[in-house]
């Protein structure tokens, strides 16, 4: 049943993110014209020890209403922020990492004080991520969501 699948899913990604199952995979971001990399993407995928990797399309619904998705977009944009800090030392072309967040993890209170700290842990400057919101995320309580993009804007 549908209940059983949602319960199954759930404690799968509770042990998921104790026991490190998430990887990233980069998109490149190019330009088009000239060819050039203008950024990337990160997007998590599921490292199931049984069932192999999953999409989030297969998981994100059920992380966001169980309330996982907050410690699961954490730890993404921590990876994220870390491993592009990591190329940029390494030299390669400094470039934003894009990182996606969910209407919940926007909404969650303290979050831009959570971006501001996991830049300073990895030492990314501001300039270096990008954080994709869709519409229907800003939607909710316009207010409280303008007040949230005027905060990340400060921060660089």
């Known amino acids: 049943s549908h209940a059983v699948r949602r319960l199954f899913v759930e404690t799968s990604l509770r042990r ?9 995979h980069y998109q490149p971001q190019v330009d088009l014209a000239s060819g050039a990399l203008t950024g990337s993407e990160a997007l998590i995928r599921w490292r199931d020890p049984i069932l192999g990797l999953i999409h989030p399309k297969d998981f994100v619904a059920i ?3 169980c309330g996982l998705i907050v410690p699961i977009g954490r730890w993404v944009l921590r990876e994220a922020c870390r491993q592009n800090q990591s190329w940029l030392q390494a030299g390669l072309h ?3 990492v894009a990182v996606n967040i969910s209407a919940v993890e926007i909404r969650q209170k303290g979050f831009v004080d959570g971006v501001a700290r996991i830049l300073n842990e990895t030492g990314l400057a501001p300039c270096f991520l990008e954080l994709e919101l869709t519409e229907g995320s ?5 207010e409280a969501s303008a007040l949230v993009l005027g905060e990340l804007k400060a921060m660089g």
Do not use: I, K, S, Y
Not at 138 to 142: G, R, Y
């Open 63 to 65: 992380a966001e209403q």
């Open 138 to 142: 800003l939607m909710h309580d316009t």
């Open 16 to 24: 998921a993110l104790r026991q490190g199952e998430f990887v990233l």
């Open 94 to 96: 400094a470039v934003p």
